[in-house]
Nanobody, 118 residues
Framework: QVQLVESGGGLVQAGGSLRLSCAASGRTFSTYARGWFRQAPGKKRELVAQIVWSGGSTWYADFVKGRFTISGDNAKNTVTLQMNSLKPEDTAVYYC???????????WGQGTQVTVSS
C-alpha cells in the first residue's frame, strides 16, 4: 500500500501561483509514476500532469502546458505541482495519485481545494 497526503491548496486571484505538494509513504519503491488529477464541481476527474518516477519524464494536459510544472524528489519521496498563471477555470479539488503499472492509478490522496478568483 501507498499512502499519499497533499498540501498547499488555497485561494488565489487569477494570475497568481500556488504550489501543491504530495508526500508518499508505505511501499513507494514499487511506484511507476505519480500524477496530479483535478475534479471541478459537476465535472469528471481529469489528469493534469504526471511524472515517471524512474527517469523523470513528464506529461501535461494541454490546458496546463506552459503554466504548471510537476517535479519529484526521490530523497523526500514527494511530488510537487507548481501552478502559475492560474485561471478561474483551474478551480477544483486536486488529487495526488500513484500507479505501479502505468495503466491505472490505484493510490489516491484525500484531495486539496484550489480556488482561483476572477
Amino acid at each position: 500500500q501507498v499512502q499519499l497526503v497533499e498540501s498547499g491548496g488555497g485561494l488565489v486571484q487569477a494570475g497568481g501561483s500556488l504550489r501543491l505538494s504530495c508526500a508518499a509513504s508505505g511501499r513507494t519503491f514499487s511506484t511507476y509514476a505519480r500524477g496530479w488529477f483535478r475534479q471541478a464541481p459537476g465535472k469528471k476527474r481529469e489528469l493534469v500532469a504526471q511524472i515517471v518516477w524512474s527517469g523523470g519524464s513528464t506529461w501535461y494536459a494541454d490546458f496546463v502546458k506552459g503554466r504548471f510544472t510537476i517535479s519529484g524528489d526521490n530523497a523526500k519521496n514527494t511530488v510537487t505541482l507548481q501552478m502559475n498563471s492560474l485561471k478561474p477555470e483551474d478551480t477544483a479539488v486536486y488529487y495526488c495519485a500513484a500507479t505501479n503499472s502505468g495503466a491505472t492509478y490505484s493510490y489516491w490522496g484525500q484531495g486539496t481545494q484550489v480556488t482561483v478568483s476572477s
